[in-house]
């Protein structure tokens, strides 16, 4: 069974803060891909990075930057300079194994200050 | 159109009632799924469809919903004598590859069900 936690339920930060939003994961697949997406209050999930199981390396794009270490089974992603327009819903996302579908997390609802 | 389109956005429905949710995927894409949002969770797996072929309904909560998509483009998920517990987000999800996990998908808005 694949599991996903996000244990951070809400975090509100003031603008230009940097903030991190924690994702620990489990699975019994070798291979697995992980995923974050971002949920604004129109309500469609937004793609935000994948990553396989493969690949430990440490990804910036931005303002965004994700930390995946295999050994505390967890991808963490952070926001560097916060913006007010950063406040939306974030989810975590695992799939693996024979699944095509999607696991998330219960997701950490994001507040930015202005 | 550019992404996946659901409708209707919003849908109240008398508990006992019959609904049905409607998803156009982006153009082309070969997979679809269905999600459940309830309020304040993460999605939770409905199903999945590649082309027209439903290969996986294990996430159906009873067999009072049913989904199709019988040309492989356009799917409605069917909720029959709907009861208080289905109220929630639908979310529909499409993406390009059907074989590989790997392929982010493509959501919709979604559409929030109330039942009264």
């Known amino acids: 069974a694949q599991k996903v936690t996000q244990a951070q339920t809400e975090i509100s930060v003031v603008e230009k803060e940097d903030v991190t939003l924690d994702c620990v994961y489990e699975?019994?697949?070798?291979?697995?891909?992980l995923f974050w997406y971002k949920q604004p209050p129109s309500g469609e999930l937004v793609f935000l990075i994948r990553r396989n199981s493969f690949d430990e390396q440490n990804e910036i794009s931005g303002r965004y930057s994700w930390n995946f270490q295999k050994s505390t089974s967890s991808f963490n992603f952070t926001i560097t300079a916060s913006q007010v327009v950063d406040s939306a819903v974030y989810f975590c996302a695992l799939t693996g194994g024979s699944a095509r579908q999607l696991t998330f997390g219960s997701g950490t609802q994001l507040t930015v200050l202005p | 159109g550019a992404g996946v389109s659901q409708s209707p956005r919003y849908k109240v429905a008398k508990r006992g009632q019959d609904v049905a949710l409607r998803c156009d995927p982006i153009?082309?894409?070969?997979?679809l799924f269905w999600y459940q949002q309830a309020l304040g969770q993460g999605p939770e797996f409905l199903t999945y469809?590649?082309?027209?072929?439903?290969?996986?309904k294990s996430g159906l909560p009873s067999d009072r919903f049913f989904a199709e998509r019988p040309e492989g483009s356009v799917s409605t998920l069917k909720i029959q004598r709907t009861q208080q517990e289905d109220s929630a987000v639908y979310l529909c999800?499409?993406?390009?590859?059907?074989?590989?996990?790997?392929?982010?998908?493509?959501f919709g808005q979604g559409t929030r069900l109330t039942v009264v």
């Open positions: 469809f590649q082309n027209e072929a439903q290969l996986d």
């Open positions: 153009s082309g894409h070969v997979s």
């Open positions: 699975t019994r697949d070798t291979t697995y891909y």
């Open positions: 999800a499409s993406s390009s590859r059907g074989a590989r996990r790997d392929t982010e998908a493509f």
